[in-house]
């Protein structure tokens, strides 16, 4: 009999893992198997975690013990057992998986571009993230950049829905956009986009030892450490995007900008500083940003082939950029096994490491 290993996380104390073995079980009608070939990890399921309950993501993969939580990953997997005509075996898929070896699901709404997953846990979750898409029938996929699709596509998709919606209302009257964590892959994708805006001064705060990083993107007009924020002037009409999650940043720039038009929380890469009383806050509330809103909008305004449209274009200019081959912005980084995993995930939780890897990653199923 089969197995299956997932890494399961402790829900009050992230850096607490532990592995759990399960005996498949045989499938039911109107299911299949999935082998999770390889995933990324990155700071956004950093966040997933961070936000599991506020936003339940911890739900997607529920474990029997409400201590512990699988945290959502995006990858590529390929159908090993099924008894779905629709969904034959071998076929390959991306989607959003849990950090396992592999899953059962429910495909459901199946079509020529994909299925969902309509297992009766999922039915109240967000549709986006039950979402499987047929690598074959894929505008985005290709064989060759599977590595730079997992790793950067959700974060990408991301990006271009923040820089759309901050468009979308004017940027609300300010021209200085401010963002935190700037060596994160969401917030260089989101400068990207916003580089390419007329008027527009896109300013990046990191640590010290990301600065040259960010500079040689070169789609930040400034790049400043956290403590240069005089650098800026005080009046500045400036939009505040929150890919850190720390308290004690997020209240310095809500004190020192009087002219704050708008504060939206997109992350929390800085893990050891989320929290803190955001009601006090001087200026605007910080907001949550929740990207399916946004996607749900433009679909309805422009319908989902005009929304991939827009998509399609933008996520490959980017990709084109972040693959040149004399200067990339990503290298994509292996790890399979789960003392590599166990180490991978360590080092994305505490935010070490250098910003242009990217982590891949591999469970294999328990021998047999």
Not at 143 to 151: F, G, I, K, R
Not at 265 to 294: M, W
Request: charged fraction near 15%; aromatic fraction near 10%; include cysteine.
């Amino acid at each position: 009999m089969t197995s299956t290993t997932r890494l399961l996380v402790r829900k009050d104390h992230l850096a607490t893992t532990q592995w759990q073995d399960q005996p498949d079980t045989p499938l039911t009608d109107g299911q299949v198997r999935l082998t999770i070939d390889h995933f990324a990890l990155t700071s956004n399921n950093i966040t997933y975690a961070a936000f599991g309950d506020a936003m339940n993501y911890w739900r997607f993969y529920p474990t029997n013990d409400p201590a512990w939580g699988v945290i959502p990953v995006w990858g590529f997997a390929t159908v090993t057992e099924s008894t779905v005509d629709a969904v034959p075996v071998g076929e390959r898929v991306y989607g959003y998986f849990p950090m396992a070896s592999s899953v059962v699901m429910t495909p459901v709404r199946i079509n020529p571009a994909g299925w969902s997953d309509g297992a009766p846990h999922r039915a109240e979750l967000h549709p986006v993230y039950n979402q499987l898409t047929r690598c074959a029938a894929d505008p985005f996929y290709t064989a060759d950049t599977e590595d730079v699709q997992a790793l950067l596509r959700p974060l990408f998709i991301t990006s271009w829905l923040i820089d759309d919606f901050l468009a979308d209302n004017d940027f609300f009257g300010a021209r200085v956009m401010l963002l935190s964590s700037a060596s994160s892959k969401t917030a260089y994708g989101t400068a990207f986009q916003l580089a390419q805006r007329e008027g527009i001064e896109v300013i990046g705060l990191t640590s010290p030892g990301n600065v040259a990083f960010c500079e040689g993107l070169g789609c930040y007009s400034r790049v400043l450490t956290y403590d240069q924020l005089d650098a800026v002037a005080a009046d500045a009409p400036c939009v505040y995007i929150d890919f850190a999650g720390n308290a004690d940043l997020r209240r310095a720039i809500h004190t020192r900008f009087a002219n704050l038009k708008h504060s939206s929380s997109i992350g929390g890469t800085h893990v050891e500083n989320l929290g803190g009383n955001s009601k006090d806050l001087p200026g605007p509330r910080a907001t949550l940003f929740f990207a399916p809103a946004q996607i749900k909008k433009r679909a309805t305004e422009w319908g989902p082939a005009g929304l991939n449209e827009r998509l399609v274009a933008a996520w490959q200019a980017f990709s084109k950029t972040v693959s040149r081959p004399n200067a990339p912005w990503l290298v994509v980084e292996p790890h399979s096994g789960r003392a590599a995993v166990e180490a991978a995930y360590a080092t994305v939780l505490a935010g070490r490491g250098d910003p242009r890897l990217g982590h891949m990653l591999q469970i294999p199923a328990p021998a047999n």
